[in-house]
Nanobody, 116 residues
Framework: VQLQASGGGLVQAGGSLRLSCAASGKIFAINNMGWYRQAPGKQRELVAI???????NYADSVRGRFTISLDNTKNTVYLQMNSLQPEDTAVYYC???????????WGQGTLVTVSS
């Protein structure tokens, strides 16, 4: 299974970006897909996660600003990020747990930079 992430970039504070992560390969079931981020000098942290059935969970720092969604027909997870702040600057990674736990893969990361 391969994960291809896209959508990062440079945005001013208060702006928006939409990240996408498409999974390809032998996919029979989506357990969950999620977004994590890692800022310079910090550990990777969970941003948002969505189950194959549509249940979601968010980090407190992004709840109300970010929205995760899943297109099961395209095996693609999205992260709509609104009201971005400089502290959201990080490399964002998508993760997919598929095929009843047999697959646990990471995308290549996409850089999000928010200027003040």
């Amino acid at each position: 299974v391969q994960l291809q992430a896209s959508g990062g970039g440079l945005v001013q504070a208060g702006g928006s970006l939409r990240l996408s992560c498409a999974a390809s390969g032998k996919i029979f079931a989506i357990n969950n897909m999620g977004w994590y981020r890692q800022a310079p000098g910090k550990q990777r942290e969970l941003v948002a996660i969505i189950t194959g059935g549509g249940g979601t969970n968010y980090a407190d720092s992004v709840r109300g600003r970010f929205t995760i969604s899943l297109d099961n027909t395209k095996n693609t997870v999205y992260l709509q990020m609104n009201s971005l702040q400089p502290e959201d600057t990080a490399v964002y990674y998508c993760n997919a747990k598929l095929n009843w736990g047999r697959v646990d893969d990471w995308g290549q990361g996409t850089l999000v930079t928010v200027s003040s």
